[in-house]
Nanobody, 126 residues
Framework: VQLVESGGGLVQAGGSLRLSCAAS????????IGWVRQAPGKEREGVSC????????YYADSVKGRFTISSDENKNTVYLQMNNLKPEDTAVYYC????????????????????WGQGTQVTVSS
């Protein structure tokens, strides 16, 4: 199983980035894919999740209306479009996969996901 993130970088507040998570080694449609972030000195936080079974989505309150998660089953890739970025969005963003249902929790994401990527840094300057 492999999850490879890309698309992180440095952006000014108010800007946008699109993260990608390329998945391989498992049946894509059987899994929910999520994005989890970890800011310096803080615990990991579930940001968003999409079910590749039924397309349902979940967003943390802190990103609702600004972030959009989507999935391309032809490419086995999940995207996170991040708009109107804020300095508090600065973190390492991880892609994670869970067999079965959507993860609808922000806290303790380690308890829900089976596989993790290596992470990509997102830095938002003020």
């Amino acid at each position: 199983v492999q999850l490879v993130e890309s698309g992180g970088g440095l952006v000014q507040a108010g800007g946008s980035l699109r993260l990608s998570c390329a998945a391989s080694g498992f049946t894509f449609d059987d899994y929910a894919i999520g994005w989890v972030r970890q800011a310096p000195g803080k615990e990991r936080e579930g940001v968003s999740c999409i079910s590749n079974d039924d397309g349902s989505t979940y967003y943390a309150d802190s990103v609702k209306g600004r972030f959009t998660i989507s999935s391309d089953e032809n490419k086995n890739t999940v995207y996170l479009q991040m708009n109107n970025l804020k300095p508090e969005d600065t973190a390492v963003y991880y892609c994670a996969a869970r067999r079965g249902t959507l993860v609808v929790s922000t806290s303790t994401p380690e308890a829900y996901y089976d596989y993790w990527g290596q992470g990509t840094q997102v830095t938002v300057s003020s």
